[in-house]
């Protein structure tokens, strides 16, 4: 099996045995019946993914490659907050009428902030950095800006990125590593989607960096599942894994901004049956 179904199988395994049940509990969420949305939960989940040996890509079931990497793109490189820009239609219950989900995710990554070096975004500092200055250990992001939380749609789950640079005995190129920090999961519909763009976009960041890629380290505050999942998570657990795939970049882009979702393509992909209809909590 993939090493990406060994820690979500564990993971589930974990959350539905030894979790926490909030049902009864004051929540937020509600099924779109009106129903309140429990949920399963564990604190302080930590999945660590050695991007440098394997693709972690979930077996299992089908994680479409090309619209996680679209909403990453959507967030990183287009810096956009309205889904008119996005192809992937998971956002839509947070828009407004012109479509726009308030200052969150994408416009964050767009607000620039005046530097010594000059005027730059947080992306275009961190690529800025990793080039210049890759041994500094404030390289990192946040989306989570409270001053503008009033004004967000939905509050960030996956708000934060640090990038950390070492070396290896042998090799001839830097190693890029990072911690995607996430306040809040929802296992099924989310996590191996989460965990593929985020691997997704360390490649591209490697890339155009002149590094190889290293270790994904997913830290997750609160990793559920949902009441309504719990019977589709148990029969996803129960399949049969596969080999992960293996991962391909288009080699002849060294421009960020110049990658599309066309550049990303898995091969040899096996999975399991898609589990189609998830109900999502909102």
């Known amino acids: 099996m993939s090493k990406a179904d060994e820690i979500f199988i564990s993971m589930c395994k974990d959350i539905l045995e030894n979790g926490t049940s ?3 509990q004051k929540v937020r969420p509600h099924w779109p019946d009106g129903a309140s949305a429990y949920t399963i939960k564990k604190f302080g989940v930590v999945n660590r993914y050695d991007l440098s040996k394997e693709f972690p890509a979930l077996t299992l079931r089908k994680t ?6 679209d909403e990453i793109l959507w967030i990183w490189q287009r810096k956009s907050n309205n889904i008119h820009d996005l192809k992937p239609h998971i ?14 995710y994408g416009y964050q990554m767009g607000v620039k902030y005046h530097y010594a070096e000059g005027d730059m975004d947080q992306v275009d500092r961190v690529l800025y950095d ?7 250990r404030r390289i990192m992001t946040n ?3 409270m001053s503008d939380l ?34 809040s999961n929802d296992v099924l519909a989310a996590n191996s989607w989460n965990v593929m763009q985020y691997a997704v976009l360390m490649h591209m960041i490697a890339q155009v960096c002149d590094m190889e890629v290293g270790e994904l380290v997913h830290v997750i505050a609160d990793a559920h599942i949902y009441d309504r999942h719990v019977p589709l ?12 795939p293996i991962f391909h970049l288009n080699p002849d882009i060294h421009d960020f901004y110049e990658f599309t979702a066309d550049d990303v393509s898995l091969e040899n992909y096996v999975t399991g049956p898609q589990i189609k209809d998830i109900p999502i909590a909102v």
């Open 22 to 24: 909030t049902e009864g």
């Open 64 to 69: 479409g490659i090309k619209s996680c990497t």
């Open 91 to 104: 956002w839509d219950e947070w828009a407004d009428e012109t479509g726009s989900i308030g200052k969150a």
């Open 130 to 136: 990793l080039k210049h200055n890759p041994f500094s």
């Open 143 to 145: 989306m989570y800006v």
């Open 150 to 183: 009033s004004e967000m749609h939905l509050y960030p789950c996956a708000y934060s990125m640090t990038f950390n640079v070492t070396e290896k005995p042998g090799h001839d190129k830097l190693i890029l590593n990072a911690i995607l920090n996430q306040r």
């Open 233 to 244: 998570i148990k029969e996803l657990i129960s399949r049969t894994p596969y080999p992960a």
